[in-house]
């Protein structure tokens, strides 16, 4: 198995051999189509491979549609690009090595398309160009692979287009959604309805640190104690491994809860949790932004001389201006996000305190601060623990409805100092 593409799914052992047996079906279909010279959709295998009872495909099927679910970090899109190469694998579904695994993974794959909302939504007309871009034969792959990352931002029209598609699959049209759960409220119930779950896990503690040794060359003592706080969240893990900021940043995260002796100190931190995240993503902005508008003057002829310089100038500009609207959008979404992260820090501290207190063997999401978690079990009640916790996500729920993250980071800072 070394080599192939499964290996990108840490401990995700069920998830694979679904998606191994649904490639490996794939490939038959496309073998079979090759000696008759027919087309036999994902959505048609999916039907033969039903069993008597009509409940849709068997394990070892292919269908049209999947939806990835998972909590936070279980690599959900990791998932999709993984099972995207394994379908547009030329050797053995997902060997890892042919030009279909590595340009689908890497992301350049011409009939892989990969749809991540650059805003806090997926509008109507980005799908709309979706759907019509997929209604197309595959130009140099086996099928075409539509990714859909973060579905649960699709607006009401966004969904309704995809529906439609979803509804009646072209041939050789995959689809593979992405969302935090299999709630309705996050992916609607009809287009829910419509495709093949495919649920993830949070990995194992030990599944991470042995990827971050083996596979990114990390400290095997620094890769347990990453695995360790990460919350799950493979990529964290990394950042967390190899990254001095990265561990700065949650430290003083880490550092409220007991930090919040004085009246000023709620306003302290919570200035400093709004400050980081609008640098954090400022930092991670600038260099992509500035790259993105200069190869967009480029091709629109800035820079250019002669006949019809003027004209192209203003196009350039007008294209720019619109581009810089999307980067706008962008880099709200990445402020909350990393906002929202350290929220999750903030959450699984309270949490640590509540089993501490309780006197629970279960794992700490915090091993690190194991004697902070156990300073505050004796200095709060646990229904004090509960009101900050609570708190917590209350601030991350107003985020999410559009509040302003300052006013919603100061309001639960202040219930974090009362209790």
Not at 42 to 49: H, I, L
Not at 236 to 243: G, I, Q, S
Request: glycine share 8%; net charge negative.
């Amino acid at each position: 198995m070394s080599g192939r593409v499964w290996e990108e799914l840490v401990g995700q052992e069920p998830a694979v051999e679904i998606l191994s047996s649904a490639a490996s079906s794939a490939a038959a279909l496309v073998a079979a189509d090759a000696d008759t010279g027919e087309v036999t959709s994902a959505e048609d295998d999916g039907a033969s491979a039903g069993n008597s009872a009509g409940n849709g495909p068997a394990p070892g099927g292919m269908t049209h549609a999947w939806l990835f679910t998972g909590p936070p970090g279980s690599g959900r899109s990791v998932a999709a690009r993984t099972f995207a190469a394994a379908l547009q694998c030329t050797v053995d579904a997902g060997c890892g090595q042919c030009p279909g695994c590595r340009t689908a993974l890497a992301g350049t794959h011409a009939d892989v398309r990969v749809v991540e909302p650059e805003g806090l939504s997926i509008s109507v007309s980005e799908m709309r160009s979706l759907v019509q871009a997929a209604s197309r034969r595959p130009t140099t792959g086996n099928w075409q692979v539509v990714i859909i990352a973060d579905a649960d931002r699709l607006t009401e029209g966004a969904a309704n287009a995809l529906l439609k598609a979803v509804e009646e699959p072209p041939d050789r049209t995959v689809f593979l959604l992405c969302a935090p759960s299999d709630h309705p409220e996050d992916v609607t119930v009809t287009i829910r309805s419509r495709c093949r779950l495919v649920g993830l896990r949070t990995p194992p503690v030990e599944s991470i640190a042995t990827v971050l040794v083996n596979r990114d060359g990390i400290d095997p003592s620094r890769a347990e104690w990453a695995a360790a706080v990460c919350g799950g969240h493979v990529g964290r893990a990394r950042r967390l491994a190899t990254d001095d900021d990265a561990r700065a940043r949650r430290a003083s995260v880490l550092r409220i809860p007991l930090g919040l002796r004085r009246a000023d100190d709620m306003f302290r931190y919570a200035d400093e949790l709004v400050r980081t995240a609008e640098a954090d993503a400022n930092e991670e902005s600038k260099a992509r932004d500035e790259a993105e508008q200069d190869a967009l003057r480029t091709a629109m002829g800035a820079g250019g001389t002669g006949k019809g310089v003027a004209s192209a100038k203003r196009a350039a500009d007008a294209a720019v201006k619109q581009l810089e609207r999307k980067q706008k959008s962008r880099a709200t979404r990445t402020r909350r996000d990393t906002l929202d992260l350290a929220l999750v820090d903030l959450a699984g501290f309270y949490r640590d305190v509540l089993v501490t207190a309780s006197g629970a063997e279960a794992a700490l999401n915090h091993p690190d601060y194991a004697e902070q978690s156990a300073e505050a079990a004796r200095q709060w009640t646990p229904a004090s623990t509960l009101r900050r916790l609570e708190a917590v996500l209350e601030c991350r729920e107003a985020i999410g409805w559009n509040v302003k993250p300052r006013i919603a980071v100061e309001a639960m800072v202040t219930t974090l100092r009362e209790g």
